[in-house]
């Protein structure tokens, strides 16, 4: 089969693209100009340059090709993205879910996200029938999701055949970036987290991502969603992971929430625009912490055959990778 490949750059449409090549399949990616190609350096592939904002040249260079999988996304957790976020989150999926019906794609699979479902009341488990408002998402690139996921939908019930997939928090290589939950990892192996925070979070290898988008594409139901996920952790356990794989010891002191709430209140919004300095951490992502994300992803494991491999094998080469490829120098 010929696909094309939205975000193939980025960290899970990094591991997707060599899931599809493996699995023998053609690949047309686009990237956007200028883009980091590291991702996709050496590999067979065609690559397009274009970007989410021309519809008919979409329409032009997915023509062809039997399957779209749309995984490009803008992932910012700043005030001042705003715009670009709504602009390829939202618009650009619209865009391309438009082009996909004119050139008469057969399936659309559109990487959503766990954002898009929202956040689960203490002490229970979200799935794919949790549903939630944009006004209650926090954060534009959360709320972003939430309208490109809709757009998806009503292109399902307007006669796109769309299935919809929902990763949680994926960790392996190939997080060039890196992630917020990738940074983590790097912040932990560059000494850098002397404390925590109390929340959690559901992780996946994200070569089980990847695995979870093939096989949607191959089983998955028109209209449906599934969350690509796995086992929910908190981030005390997360660390004490890395703690046993590294032999680096684990942060003993969870710290309040009000105090990064404080830190990042003045980072954003004081030193950053007032005066110009880049800021370490944003006031959404503290506010996100406050509550676990936790998630049920047994309707993927028992339709789809997605694979729940070890948490600590990929905690392990989301380390290596990192240490390998020159990122705890910087």
């Known amino acids: ?32 100009p200028g883009s980091d190609q590291r991702n996709v350096a050496g590999l067979p592939l065609e690559l397009v340059t274009s970007d989410l904002d021309d519809q008919r040249q979409l329409t032009e260079i997915i023509m062809g090709c039997n399957a779209v999988f749309h995984v490009a996304a803008h992932y910012s957790l700043w005030r001042k993205d705003r715009d670009a976020i709504y602009r390829a989150n939202v618009t650009g999926t619209k865009n391309l879910l438009t082009a996909a019906k004119a050139a008469r794609i057969r399936r659309f699979i559109h990487t959503s996200s766990v954002a898009a479902i929202g ?54 290589a190939y997080d060039v970036k890196p992630t917020p939950t990738g940074e983590i990892i790097l912040r932990f192996l560059q000494d850098r987290m002397p404390a925590y925070v109390h929340t959690g979070l559901n992780l996946i290898d994200v070569e089980d991502v990847a695995r979870g988008h093939v096989l949607a594409w191959q089983k998955g139901k028109t209209g449906e969603r599934y969350i690509l996920g796995n086992r929910n952790l908190t981030l005390k356990q997360m660390l004490d992971i890395l703690a046993a794989i590294t032999g680096k010891p684990a942060p003993r002191f969870a710290v309040p929430h009000f105090l990064p709430l404080a830190a990042a209140f003045v980072d954003e919004r004081i030193l950053a625009r007032w005066f110009g300095k880049t800021p370490q951490v944003s006031l959404y992502s503290v506010q996100m912490s406050q509550k676990a994300m936790y998630y049920d992803s047994s309707k993927a494991v028992r339709e789809l055959g997605l694979p729940q491999s070890p948490i600590e094998a990929a905690i392990e080469k989301a380390a290596l990778w990192f240490r390998a490829n020159g990122y705890l120098a910087t």
């Open 119 to 172: 956040v689960p009341a203490p002490g229970t488990l979200a799935n794919e029938q949790t549903q939630t408002t944009v006004e209650a998402l926090v954060s534009d690139y959360k709320k972003s999701k939430f309208l490109a996921e809709q757009a998806a939908l009503a292109a399902a019930s307007n006669g796109l055949d769309v299935v919809i997939v929902n990763p949680s928090t994926p960790i392996g």
């Open 1 to 32: 089969m010929k696909v094309f490949l939205t975000g193939a750059t980025g960290f899970i449409g990094g591991n997707l693209v060599r899931t599809l090549l493996n699995d023998g399949h053609e690949v047309r990616a686009m990237i956007r």
